[in-house]
């Protein structure tokens, strides 16, 4: 059964089905929330459960307004439909078929996956990338695996030729070059090289292949 089907079904009205417990009670109000359905009273299905009592029965009446909830099960069964078997069962097979359903999804999947296999992820924090091992998809945060290094291809005869007060290089994201007393902090997209002291490099390096995010590149012991 795809999600599809199954809300159009809930669409239909004249239905209701027996839950045995606070769960399975969520679940049918979350499949209505996906189908567009509110209580009788206009609330969204999730945002008002007042059972306390189980089992009990959720249903849509033909007439009905929304979705209304009956402990006793007064429901007339030869005029509305017991779905309770066919929802658990639709509900189980979609569970064990879940599947992205757009790009957003599809990246959190990624996400979840390289934090599964030890895979470094990373979160933006206010435009600063922090190391996380934790998703929260309903807070809207930019989530990335940590970008691999990418040095910049500076031999020792080079650095020789740069003032070894200087001990790193970066490049920013307009492939410029810059040598830095100290190594500088990136944050919203760019260096804080005002941070540092620093100069822009009079030499020519290779950026081909360099991402400027993961180019800070030290000066050798030694040189």
């Not at 567009?36 to 969204?44: D, F, R």
């Not at 007439?63 to 009956?70: A, H, L, N, V, Y």
């Not at 599964?116 to 924090?125: A, C, G, L």
């Not at 990338?129 to 945060?141: D, E, R």
Request: with cysteine; aromatic share 12%.
């Amino acid at each position: 059964m795809t999600n599809e089907q199954f809300i159009e079904r809930l669409k239909l009205k004249n239905w209701y089905v027996t839950c045995q417990n606070k769960q399975e009670s969520n679940l049918v109000l979350q499949a209505c929330d996906d189908a567009g359905i509110t209580w009788a009273g206009g609330e969204k299905a999730t945002e008002w459960c007042p059972f306390e009592t189980y089992p009990l029965d959720i249903g849509f009446y033909k007439d009905g307004k929304g979705i209304t909830q009956d402990y006793y099960n007064l429901y007339e069964k030869e005029e509305v439909e017991n779905l309770t078997d066919w929802f658990f069962k639709a509900i189980k097979n979609n569970d064990s078929k879940l599947t992205p359903q757009n790009a957003e999804q599809g990246h959190l999947v990624q996400m979840l996956l390289a934090i599964m296999q030890k895979i470094p992820v990373e979160v933006n924090f206010g435009g600063e990338w922090t190391t996380s091992t934790i998703l929260f998809p309903s807070m809207g945060y930019e989530y990335r695996i940590k970008p691999t290094p990418t040095p910049i291809p500076v031999s020792r005869k080079t650095w020789k030729k740069i003032n070894k007060e200087f001990r790193f290089i970066v490049m920013d994201k307009n492939k410029h070059f810059y040598h830095c007393k100290n190594a500088p902090k990136s944050s919203d997209k760019t260096w804080l090289l005002s941070e540092v002291d620093h100069v822009k490099s009079p030499l020519i390096f290779d950026s081909n292949g360099i991402n400027w995010e993961t180019s800070l590149t030290e000066r050798p012991e030694g040189v």
